[in-house]
């Protein structure tokens, strides 16, 4: 049988069945290169975590803003950073010392009181305990009258001549090698007439104590170097022990020293100031170094109202050394709230134990500076401590750094903008863009200042005293919100205009860098020529700030010049790409629009963008660069920042009571540090989400009604009011006045109206205002002081006899004239008397107040010498300080002396005193021959600062009065919000005035 051969007909393709076919497997080869191309799980959590996203980067700026302060607490609190000692032997010296600190604050003891002779003779015994049994050791007491000297002040704000008689209790710990120069460590063991001297200086006189007990405790060995203490009186008033002690012959062997000081009332004890770099450095040693030499530029610059004796042993002395001291809280500063409830041993310990360590390291051995006169060496320092570590170096180092970063920094920035606009072609900014940030910056500050001094301090002058951590935080918040709203206002606004291809965040991040740039190249002039009065050794840390900023701008921009041309490359649609931000979302308007929108994959940094072609603005990116721009620059920025404006305004901020100059101030320091701490943020602030910008509103809302509303005073925030009771006597009347100074005078006038005393007086509260936003409020008082034990009026209180008037004779018309007097002043130790022409001589008018003075010769007599005749020849005194054969104290001034301060051991001792002067010639117009010889007129003033109570003195009369009535009434019924100090050198002051 045969095959058979089917007849049926082959089908020809269908073209619609094979387009179906193929648009199936097109479809599921899609499918399948979309599956191959899905990240797996641990890609898409580390883009979610770490892409360019809102919840992302606003995590992180809260984190670093938390992270800024909390830090800065902890480096800055005592608590935290100061561990109580350990060790038998230096538990055992902190309690010494915290129990000899008990001793020195039971009373106050300023120079003019019987306390002080109480502290003195407490020390003087503790000294001779401590080093009677220690053979290198030996002690020795200028109360001998061994140590009287007159100088001229010029180191404080006024320009006297003073003659003081010292008693410096002072020890000397012999060392081994005697070749070695010594170091000298100096507190003051006096108070203010209104202080109990716990921090001003008790601290420093008890750590001396402590050191001095290690020393010549039996299991010390005798140090290589020479140590000299110098418990010195009568700081507070001149600066005196300090320069009594130059003139001893100890004083010969130092050339280091250590000044314990406090300008404030307790918390940590900070580096204030040294003499060099080369001493500064050796402040390393000490276990719990705190320091910021910003502290420095403000002292050097005169932004703080008092003077310690390092000025002395700096200035006079040319020593080199360091000024370690307490600085806050000022309002309680020589006030009775330096006491020993408002301190603790562990501000003890962190003064005692730095005392320690530094006298330890410099007198082990000998040290770098020992027979070193480099220049080098004694340039001046920029320092700080962070977390007990200690960094120090030469302004001349920071000069040849900054100007390094000054030279590279925008040769670098400018090349790498050259290939990334020029040869790449991947980049393209237009005024717009550039513009921006300036404006938003500048308006913003400028909106911040004016709500701060137009709207908030008027309302509330003080706030600052209280409030000022709301206040910087509100004002950080309304600072950041402003740019927030303005950049984001700008992009849309000026949408229709961003058609160009760049990275807006760093375009800001350049501008910033440039805006630094200039901060540091300004600073580096100023550094270059640092003097005292125009310091700058507290900007080192600026060029960490500017090389963090360049460092991120350096990194955008190198990731922008691997980034290939996308000019070149048309689009689908056929337009071109011309905007592709780096790190922006879907499009340059939407700049952190959405919180889902990351960046494209032509970012330079792109997990994969060599592989993706960018002709739209439409993909995903998942860039990096970012997170390591905002970890460079923002953290370390935001904690220098914040640390070093918030220590300083914590330093300050309390003067604000003090000054108009300082509360203006106070005040523009405050702008410029939330300014400068909210720069590293603004790059970013495009990024931010909602919820932080609701709890930046929330800060700034909440912290201004607070600012605004809470009363700038109350127990921790005291208003500081100056107390001075004056009795003038005249020929005929005796004026019984009481000043109180201070500056807010609505608040100020409430309080004294209320005093009984002052309400049942006819006399009404005069206000006189004084210069610099100070005011004075003086009444006549019926309450009349009790310093005096005995006598009967206060007329006594002070007496003059002449012994020598030559201008009442016709002698020597032309020539010096001479004057004798014998000032009595019973119970007593501080006399002024200033010098001028009489009040009818034209010449001293108040056009001229600053005339100088005829007196050119002030001499003091020796009351332990049986005669007093001296060789008054001006041609026989030489210019300055000198004695005679007898021993008198002679000051010769051509250029004439205003002022003579007295002070003295001997309570019942008077001043025996004469000086010359010129003459004041008035002519006749009657008589051209007949000549008139002015009288001189001399001021005399004394004080006395004793308080509490007293007893009447005569024999079988047991009544006690309080010494000062006045002072306690204005304790016992003032609000307690007010603390109380002394206007002058004591609490009351006996005038009388006469011509000679």
């Not at 005679?884 to 002396?897: E, M, Q, T």
């Amino acid at each position: 049988m045969a095959n058979s051969i089917s007849s049926e007909p082959v089908r020809a393709p269908s073209p619609q069945r094979d387009g179906l076919v193929v648009r199936k497997v097109s479809r599921a080869l899609g499918l399948l290169s979309q599956l191959a191309k899905k990240p797996n799980w641990f890609v898409r959590l580390f883009r979610a975590v770490f892409g360019y996203r809102k919840t992302t980067l606003t995590f992180l700026v809260l984190v670093t803003l938390l992270s800024t302060v909390l830090v800065s607490y902890f480096d800055n609190s005592l608590e935290y950073s100061v561990d109580m000692p350990r060790s038998e032997r230096e538990k055992a010296t902190l309690d010494y010392s915290w129990s000899v600190l008990q001793e020195i604050g039971r009373n106050e003891h300023t120079y003019t009181s019987k306390h002080n002779d109480e502290v003195h003779d407490y020390l003087e015994l503790q000294i001779k305990s401590l080093v009677k049994a220690v053979p290198y050791a030996e002690y020795d007491n200028d109360l001998n009258y061994t140590n009287n000297l007159m100088f001229q002040v010029k180191y404080l704000s006024y320009d006297s001549v003073s003659y003081y008689e010292s008693n410096n209790l002072l020890v000397r710990v012999n060392g081994l090698d005697s070749t070695l120069p010594a170091l000298l460590l100096s507190s003051h063991f006096d108070s203010v007439p209104t202080s109990y001297g716990i921090t001003d200086d008790g601290m420093g006189v008890a750590s001396m104590m402590g050191v001095l007990r290690q020393l010549c405790s039996k299991d010390s060995k005798q140090p290589r170097r020479t140590i000299i203490f110098n418990f010195n009186n009568n700081e507070e008033f001149g600066l005196y022990g300090a320069k009594a002690f130059l003139s001893h012959p100890w004083a010969k062997q130092v050339k280091y020293f250590l000044n314990l000081e406090g300008t404030g009332a307790g918390g940590k004890a900070v580096l204030f100031r040294g003499t060099d770099y080369g001493i500064v450095n050796h402040f390393s040693s000490v276990r719990y170094p705190y320091a910021n030499s910003f502290f420095q530029q403000g002292f050097n610059n005169h932004l703080i109202a008092s003077e310690t004796d390092y000025a002395v042993y700096k200035d006079i002395g040319n020593l080199r050394g360091l000024d370690l001291a307490f600085f806050k809280p000022r309002d309680i500063y020589h006030t009775a709230g330096d006491s020993i409830k408002n301190t603790n041993a562990r501000s003890l310990w962190h003064m005692l134990s730095s005392t320690l360590d530094f006298t330890k390291h410099i007198s082990a051995a000998k040290i770098d500076l020992d027979g070193e006169d480099s220049d080098a060496s004694k340039d001046f320092a920029s320092y700080f401590s962070f977390m007990n570590l200690f960094f120090s170096v030469p302004i001349s180092q920071v000069v040849i750094i900054n100007i390094v970063f000054l030279v590279v920094v925008p040769i670098v920035i400018l090349f790498l903008l050259t290939v990334v606009v020029h040869y790449k072609k991947g980049w393209d900014v237009n005024l717009l863009n550039v513009v921006k940030f300036p404006l938003s910056f500048l308006i913003s500050l400028t909106l911040l200042s004016f709500g701060t001094d137009v709207v908030l301090v008027p309302f509330n002058p003080f706030v600052a005293n209280n409030s000022v951590e709301m206040l910087i935080l509100a004002l950080f918040s309304v600072f950041m919100l402003l740019n927030y709203c303005f950049l984001n206002l700008f992009n849309l606004v000026f949408k229709p205009f961003k058609g160009h291809q760049h990275d807006e965040k760093l375009v800001l991040l350049l501008e910033s860098t440039l805006l630094s740039w200039i901060v540091v190249l300004w600073s580096t002039v100023k550094l270059a020529h640092n003097r005292i009065g125009d310091d700058h050794t507290g900007e080192g840390l600026l060029v960490i700030l500017f090389g963090a900023q360049a460092v991120a701008s350096i990194f955008g921009l190198i990731g922008w010049s691997f980034q290939r041309s996308k000019r070149s490359k048309p689009s689908r649609s056929g337009n071109n790409a011309d905007y592709l931000p780096l790190l922006g979302s879907s499009s340059s308007a939407q700049y952190g629009a959405h919180d889902n929108t990351s960046i494209e994959d032509c970012s330079s940094l792109s997990l994969h963008s060599d592989d993706v072609e960018c002709p739209t603005a439409h993909k995903k990116s998942f860039s990096y660069d970012w997170l390591i721009q905002f970890i460079v620059m923002v953290p370390a920025s935001s904690f220098i920042i914040f640390n070093w404006g918030y220590l300083s305004i914590d330093g300050i901020h309390k003067s604000i009571q003090e000054s108009s100059r300082m509360q203006g101030l106070i005040y523009k320091f405050i702008q410029l540090f939330v300014a400068a701490w909210a720069l590293p943020f603004i790059p970013f602030v495009f990024k931010l989400n909602r919820s932080i910008v609701f709890i930046f509103i929330a800060l700034a809302i909440s912290g201004l009604l607070i600012v605004g509303t809470k009363t700038p005073f109350d127990t921790s925030n005291p208003l500081k009011l100056r107390f001075l009771q004056t009795i003038e006597i005249g020929s005929n009347s005796v004026q019984n006045l009481i000043t109180v100074s201070g500056r807010l005078s609505d608040l100020t006038k409430e309080i004294l109206s209320d005093i009984p005393s002052i309400k049942k007086s006819e006399h009404k509260v005069k206000e006189q205002e004084v210069g610099d936003g100070m005011l004075i409020y003086s009444w006549n008082s019926t309450l009349t002081p009790h310093v005096v034990p005995g006598v009967d009026s206060v007329k006594d209180y002070l007496q003059v006899e002449v012994l020598k008037n030559s201008s009442s004779s016709s002698d020597a018309p032309f020539g010096l004239l001479t004057g004798e007097l014998r000032i009595t002043a019973p119970k007593n130790r501080n006399c002024k008397l200033a010098f001028k022409n009489s009040h009818n001589s034209v010449k001293i008018s108040s056009e001229n107040p600053e005339e100088n003075s005829p007196v050119r010769t002030a001499i003091v007599y020796n009351s332990k010498k049986p005669t007093n005749e001296t060789y008054m020849s001006s041609g026989g005194i030489p210019e300055g300080f000198s004695k005679d054969h007898n021993g008198n104290y002679l000051f010769k001034s051509s250029k004439g002396i205003r002022e003579l301060q007295l002070n003295k051991l001997d309570w019942d001792a008077p001043y025996h005193l004469s000086m010359q002067w010129v003459p004041e010639i008035v002519e006749s117009s009657t008589a051209l021959s007949r000549i008139n010889v002015l009288k001189l007129g001399i001021n005399i003033e004394c004080y006395w600062s004793e308080l509490g109570s007293v007893s009447d003195g005569k024999k079988n009369d047991f009544s006690v009065f309080e010494t000062v009535p006045a002072y306690e009434e204005l304790l016992h019924y003032s609000p307690n919000f007010v603390s109380w100090s002394n206007r002058d050198r004591g609490v009351v002051s006996v005038k009388r005035y006469i011509e000679i």
